[in-house]
DNA sequence: AAGACGGGGAT
DNA sequence: ATCCCAGTCTT
């Protein structure tokens, strides 16, 4: 009798779990939203830019959050806005300021473009974000992720925000075995997202499944399946699939650089070289470095000096820095040129940069992180 | 589709 | 040392 009982159990699991397996991925996703949303009630941290979601709030804020983690970005967010205020503040900063604002946070075309958004936003949408999310892609630094997220967070618009976490957390709870580095698959989740999420919760849905993503559904090591809201519907944690899931292609490897860095003082002031307004650490300032590991006879040619300019000239120890697409390994050294070759303006002139003071070096100019190794032996 | 574009924290 | 982060733009 009570086999018979435990057997019809069982047969009854195997059917509801057969049932369960068949979902389809539209209806596995609706049935999801409801434990999720719940969740992230409960769940939902507190960070600067949910006090007040305004769309310029969540606009800097999701600017600010593209390939940089939350903890990266409070203290810049809170900076940036106590300086900028509103729309109108940002599209007036000086670039120069502006990038100060941005020093250490990278990929500073970020800042550009946040920039030039606001000024379209004043000349073409009368000072403020538009409202649709076809035309919110039509700004410059908003990609499809950015244009929904605003979209749903700032003005409730059903549309996906598909980022990392999102294509990791769908991924997983439909075991899918595509490879998420590819553009395609991204688009694929954004098209099977826009039917299968609630259309009144939009920007809460979203940020639910970044918060699971980034809290319990996590990138590198074991996912938190036991505190998961979506555990019973998950066919990754079903078939233990979490250590496979996502797929995701390896990248190919950074190339490797040799440079040298001249740390280059003359009497109070110190040289710094404005780069170039495009490519790496585009329109910041750095110390004058060229390519190559180079000699005492080849830095004077690079520096357009002689031998009886210079006052002090030792070698630096060696720093590497690692960007994600390319690795320096630096050598360096200290030079302290005679004061009195200083004022003549020739000299100055066919310098590989420009001589300011040092004070206004640091406090001024955005010297970003790469240069790190070396500027302490010019201002300290 | 592939590469450029930063910096840092976790493993 | 490697991964990867609330991605976007250019080639």
């Given at each position: 009798m009570e086999e018979q009982i435990l057997d019809q159990l069982y047969a009854d699991m195997e059917v509801l779990e057969k049932e369960n397996d068949m979902l389809p991925p539209v209806k596995r996703i609706k049935e999801a939203s409801v434990p999720l949303l719940q969740w992230y009630r409960r769940h939902a941290r507190t960070l600067p830019w949910r006090e007040s979601p305004t769309p310029y709030h969540v606009w800097v804020s999701e600017i600010m959050l593209q390939q940089t983690r939350v903890e990266a970005v409070k203290a810049y967010y809170e900076r940036f806005l106590a300086e900028l205020s509103d729309i109108q503040a940002l599209a007036d900063v000086k670039d120069e300021r502006l990038m100060k604002l941005w020093e250490g946070l990278g990929y500073y075309n970020r800042a550009r473009n946040l920039k030039r958004a606001a000024e379209e936003a004043v000349l073409t949408y009368g000072g403020k974000l538009p409202d649709s999310y076809e035309e919110l892609l039509k700004l410059p630094g908003i990609g499809s992720y950015t244009a929904g997220a605003v979209a749903s967070i700032a003005y409730g618009i059903p549309v996906p925000a598909v980022d990392g976490n999102v294509l990791r957390v769908i991924s997983r709870l439909l075991a899918s075995t595509e490879d998420i580095l590819k553009p395609s698959l991204k688009k694929k989740m954004e098209e099977l997202l826009t039917e299968?999420?609630?259309?009144?919760?939009a920007g809460d849905f979203n940020q639910a499944l970044m918060e699971i993503g980034a809290l319990v559904c996590i990138p590198n090591g074991q996912p938190h399946c036991g505190e998961c809201p979506l555990r019973g519907l998950c066919l990754s944690n079903r078939y233990q699939k979490t250590d496979s899931i996502p797929v995701k292609t390896p990248k190919k490897s950074r190339r490797v650089q040799e440079r040298t860095v001249l740390a280059v003082a003359c009497g109070s002031e110190v040289l710094i070289h404005k780069r170039p307004d495009?490519?790496?650490?585009?329109?910041l300032y750095e110390l004058p470095n060229t390519e190559g590991h180079l000699e005492k006879g080849q830095v004077y040619a690079y520096l357009g000096i002689s031998e009886e300019d210079i006052l002090v000239m030792e070698r630096l120890p060696e720093a590497k820095h690692i960007f994600s697409h390319v690795e320096w390994r630096m050598t360096g050294y200290y030079i302290k040129l005679k004061e009195e070759w200083g004022k003549l303006r020739d000299s100055r002139d066919n310098l590989p940069g420009e001589l300011v003071d040092k004070a206004d070096a640091e406090s001024r100019y955005a010297l970003p992180g790469a240069f790190k190794a070396y500027v302490g032996y010019l201002f300290h």
């Amino acid at each position: 009798m009570e086999e018979q009982i435990l057997d019809q159990l069982y047969a009854d699991m195997e059917v509801l779990e057969k049932e369960n397996d068949m979902l389809p991925p539209v209806k596995r996703i609706k049935e999801a939203s409801v434990p999720l949303l719940q969740w992230y009630r409960r769940h939902a941290r507190t960070l600067p830019w949910r006090e007040s979601p305004t769309p310029y709030h969540v606009w800097v804020s999701e600017i600010m959050l593209q390939q940089t983690r939350v903890e990266a970005v409070k203290a810049y967010y809170e900076r940036f806005l106590a300086e900028l205020s509103d729309i109108q503040a940002l599209a007036d900063v000086k670039d120069e300021r502006l990038m100060k604002l941005w020093e250490g946070l990278g990929y500073y075309n970020r800042a550009r473009n946040l920039k030039r958004a606001a000024e379209e936003a004043v000349l073409t949408y009368g000072g403020k974000l538009p409202d649709s999310y076809e035309e919110l892609l039509k700004l410059p630094g908003i990609g499809s992720y950015t244009a929904g997220a605003v979209a749903s967070i700032a003005y409730g618009i059903p549309v996906p925000a598909v980022d990392g976490n999102v294509l990791r957390v769908i991924s997983r709870l439909l075991a899918s075995t595509e490879d998420i580095l590819k553009p395609s698959l991204k688009k694929k989740m954004e098209e099977l997202l826009t039917e299968a999420m609630p259309k009144e919760n939009a920007g809460d849905f979203n940020q639910a499944l970044m918060e699971i993503g980034a809290l319990v559904c996590i990138p590198n090591g074991q996912p938190h399946c036991g505190e998961c809201p979506l555990r019973g519907l998950c066919l990754s944690n079903r078939y233990q699939k979490t250590d496979s899931i996502p797929v995701k292609t390896p990248k190919k490897s950074r190339r490797v650089q040799e440079r040298t860095v001249l740390a280059v003082a003359c009497g109070s002031e110190v040289l710094i070289h404005k780069r170039p307004d495009k490519g790496l650490l585009a329109g910041l300032y750095e110390l004058p470095n060229t390519e190559g590991h180079l000699e005492k006879g080849q830095v004077y040619a690079y520096l357009g000096i002689s031998e009886e300019d210079i006052l002090v000239m030792e070698r630096l120890p060696e720093a590497k820095h690692i960007f994600s697409h390319v690795e320096w390994r630096m050598t360096g050294y200290y030079i302290k040129l005679k004061e009195e070759w200083g004022k003549l303006r020739d000299s100055r002139d066919n310098l590989p940069g420009e001589l300011v003071d040092k004070a206004d070096a640091e406090s001024r100019y955005a010297l970003p992180g790469a240069f790190k190794a070396y500027v302490g032996y010019l201002f300290h």
